[in-house]
C-alpha cells in the first residue's frame, strides 16, 4: 500500500503524536540536518504523554526558523512580530489561563529584539513554557551575529570572527525569575521530551534551551558539516550531574544538559492576577 493513501487513523494508531500536525502544510521549510524539527517531534510526544488534547493547546512564535513552528501545529496558534511572542503569549494566558501555551523561538527572536520581553515574562513567572531554539546565529534573515554566538565564529556580520561573548540563556533566564530553566540538544532527541514534558508540567516560567545545528549558515560559514555539528553536541554536551562532578578546570568547554533550576515556590503569575481582579471587582471574574 502506498503510505500516502493509509488512512491516517493507522498512522495515529501507531505515532499517536501525529494528531498533533498540521499534515497539509507539510514538508517544513527547514533545511535538511536543521534540529528544529526534533525539538517540535520532542514538543507534540511530550503533549501526547500529558494527555493535552489538540484544542487546548495555544502555539506562539514570532519571527525566525523555529518561529515557522505553530504553522504545522493542529492546535490554536499565533504567529507575532519579530521579538513579541511572549508579549502575546502573556495576553494570552491571562484571558485564557486554562490553555497550556507553548512559545517557540530562536536566540535571536528572544534575546535580541526580544530580550526585554523575555526577561520580564521570566520576572513575572507566568505560566508559559518557552522552547528556545539555540542555533547561535540568525538563520532566516542572512546569517548575522546573535547574542549567542560564539567568540570566534563567523558571521555575515562577523565576517573576521566574533569577538563579543555570547550570552548563557539558562543564566540569564534564571537571573530574571525563570522557575522551570532546562537545556537539551537536538542529538539527545528522547531526553528532550523529557525536559519539555517537564516543563509544561511546571506551574510558573519555563523555559528549554535547545542547541540545535544550524546546519547551512552557521554549518557553512564555520565549515562544519551536519555530521560535524551532531556530534558535537554529544561530545561537548553531558548531564548536571556528570559536569557537578568535574573539578573546576574539567569544566572548560563543557556545557551541562538537563534540568538546571528548578522552584515551586513562587506564586504563579496568573494566579496572582486574577485573585486581585476578584478582589478588586467585589467577587466577579
Not at 514570532?62 to 505553530?70: N, Q, V
Not at 526580544?114 to 526577561?119: A, D, E, L, P, S
Not at 547551512?216 to 560559514?221: A, H, P, S
Not at 534540568?259 to 492576577?273: A, G, I, K, N, W
Amino acid at each position: 500500500m502506498n503510505a500516502a493513501n493509509i488512512p491516517m487513523e493507522k498512522i495515529i494508531e501507531k505515532k499517536p503524536y501525529f494528531k498533533y500536525l498540521r499534515l497539509s502544510k507539510l514538508p517544513t521549510i527547514w533545511c535538511p540536518g536543521c534540529g528544529i524539527g526534533q525539538a517540535f517531534r520532542a514538543t507534540c510526544m511530550a503533549l501526547d504523554e500529558l494527555g493535552i488534547p489538540n484544542d487546548k493547546v495555544a502555539m506562539v512564535s514570532g519571527i525566525g526558523c523555529s518561529s515557522r513552528t505553530p504553522g504545522y501545529f493542529d492546535g490554536f496558534t499565533l504567529h507575532t512580530t519579530h521579538g513579541r511572542a511572549l508579549t502575546f503569549a502573556t495576553g494570552l494566558k491571562l484571558f485564557k489561563p486554562e490553555l497550556t501555551t507553548i512559545i517557540f523561538t530562536g536566540d535571536g527572536d528572544a534575546l535580541a529584539i526580544g530580550g526585554n520581553h523575555f526577561i520580564h515574562a521570566a520576572r513575572r513567572n507566568i505560566d508559559v513554557t518557552v522552547v528556545l531554539i539555540n542555533n547561535w546565529i540568525y538563520g532566516m534573515t542572512g546569517g548575522q551575529v546573535s547574542p549567542t554566538t560564539p567568540e570566534g565564529s563567523y558571521a555575515t556580520t562577523m565576517p573576521y570572527g566574533n569577538y563579543e561573548p555570547q550570552f548563557d540563556i539558562a543564566k540569564v533566564a534564571i537571573a530574571a525569575g525563570a522557575t522551570y530553566v532546562a537545556r537539551g540538544t537536538a542529538y539527545h532527541a528522547m531526553e528532550l521530551k523529557k525536559l519539555i514534558m517537564d516543563g509544561i508540567k511546571h506551574k510558573g516560567f519555563s523555559l528549554i534551551e535547545v542547541l540545535s545545528p544550524c546546519t547551512v549558515i552557521y554549518g557553512r560559514k564555520n565549515r562544519m558539516s551536519t555530521e560535524e555539528m551532531y556530534f558535537w553536541f554529544k561530545e561537548n554536551t553531558l548531564p548536571i550531574q556528570a559536569w557537578e562532578k568535574l573539578p573546576e578546570e574539567k569544566r572548560a568547554g563543557k556545557i551541562p544538559r538537563g534540568v538546571l533550576y528548578h522552584d515551586t515556590s513562587r506564586p504563579e503569575y496568573t494566579e496572582v492576577y486574577w485573585k486581585r481582579v476578584k478582589e478588586l471587582s467585589g467577587g466577579e471574574k
